[in-house]
Antibody
Framework: QVQLVESGGGMVHPGTSLRLSCEAS????????MHWIRQAPGKGLDWVAV????????EHADSLKGRFIISRDNSKNTLYLQMDSLRVEDTGVYFC?????????????WGRGTLVTVSS | QSALTQPASVSGSPGQSISISCIGG?????????VSWYQQLPGIAPKLFIY???KRPSGISHRFSGSKSGNTASLTISGLQAEDEADYYC??????????FGGGTKVTVL
């Protein structure tokens, strides 16, 4: 079954860290760029980060550089997001998404998301 | 990385056609034919409906079409149906391995 399953969300205090995981199955994970996209409660989608299929190129949204780091382990078919110095405004659902075939620059497969709540 | 601009809401009666605009700039929509559109139903992950401005993934109805002119992309839904009621988001590649989303548009079927 082709799917993405996120995990690692939860309720944390401001200033702490969290690592999200996204396990892929049913398709050649190592052939696709992978993204994290988040959605604050009642708000729109916000692109977070991308890692190329081979892990060599990573890019993060300007507002998150220095706090969030995307990575992947192709041997485990797993995508990660390390989130440090968490803020209340980082609260939301975090989706992992697969980038479509080379050149489409779109997200053709999404996970169900994992909820991160940052609160004191 | 400024968000793309979409109307907050668009509505129409069953059978009508509606269009959702997505306004960007010279660094995103205006510079790349890499606009995609997503439908999100309440409590569910977004689903790809349009990619590369006007292409439909397998299984997406022909009632959905995309276009672009200058810095503005549009999604048109023809023959509006009750099941089309959802939030729709545009997204564009913005260069330098970055992407930007629109704020989302709530489509209401009257």
């Amino acid at each position: 079954q082709v799917q993405l399953v996120e995990s690692g969300g939860g309720m944390v205090h401001p200033g702490t860290s969290l690592r999200l995981s996204c396990e892929a199955s049913g398709f050649p994970f190592k052939m696709h760029g992978m993204h994290w996209i988040r959605q604050a409660p009642g708000k729109g989608l916000d692109w977070v980060a991308v890692v190329w299929h081979n892990g060599r190129i990573k890019e993060h949204a300007d507002s998150l550089k220095g706090r969030f780091i995307i990575s992947r382990d192709n041997s485990k078919n797993t995508l990660y997001l390390q989130m440090d110095s968490l803020r209340v405004e980082d609260t939301g659902v975090y989706f992992c998404a697969r980038e479509g075939d080379s050149g489409t620059y779109s997200f053709d497969l999404w996970g169900r998301g994992t909820l991160v709540t940052v609160s004191s | 990385q400024s968000a793309l601009t979409q109307p907050a809401s668009v509505s129409g009666s069953p059978g009508q056609s509606i269009s959702i605009s997505c306004i960007g700039g010279n660094s995103d929509i205006g510079n790349y034919n890499l606009v995609s559109w997503y439908q999100q139903l309440p409590g569910i992950a977004p689903k790809l409906f349009i990619y590369e401005v006007s292409k439909r993934p397998s299984g997406i109805s022909h009632r959905f079409s995309g276009s672009k002119s200058g810095n503005t992309a549009s999604l048109t839904i023809s023959g509006l149906q009750a099941e089309d009621e959802a939030d729709y988001y545009c997204c564009s590649y913005a260069g330098g391995n970055t992407w930007v989303f629109g704020g989302g548009t709530k489509v209401t079927v009257l």
